[in-house]
């Protein structure tokens, strides 16, 4: 069983930063796993947000995060970001990382969830 948990998330003001984390425990290495960051507003179906090859060899960005969202990945410390700058009020959603067994399903059929963080952005 893969246990993802998210962090990082809270309250700030249009135009600032966040970065959030997913950390995998237990016995998971997410080395195995391409991951993915989605996430869901208040009344709105899930969205894709990034997603990042094992190796971090490949990223890919929903057309509404690019040039502001980055997703990177520390292997080592089992550890999965999403840098989030220039936030807008549209950024506000719980935000989930999901761990996949390809890079195409981090996209669109991820195998396993974390529980999520809130976000809210401020305008």
């Known amino acids: 069983q893969v246990q993802l948990g998210e962090s990082g998330g809270g309250l700030v003001q249009a135009g600032g930063s966040l970065r959030l984390s997913c950390s995998a425990s237990?016995?998971?290495?997410?080395?195995?796993?391409?991951m993915g960051w989605f996430r869901q507003a208040p009344g709105k179906e899930r969205e894709f947000v990034a997603r990042i090859s094992r190796y971090a060899t490949n990223t890919d960005y929903a057309d509404s995060v690019k040039g502001r969202f980055t997703i990177s990945r520390d292997n080592a410390k089992n550890t999965v970001y999403l840098q989030m700058n220039s936030l807008k009020s549209e950024d506000t959603a719980v935000y989930l990382c999901?761990?996949?067994?390809?890079?195409?399903?981090?996209?669109?059929?991820?195998?396993?969830w974390g529980q999520g963080t809130q976000v809210t952005v401020s305008s």
């Open positions: 237990g016995r998971t290495t997410i080395s195995t796993y391409s």
């Open positions: 999901a761990a996949a067994t390809s890079y195409r399903d981090a996209q669109t059929q991820p195998t396993y």
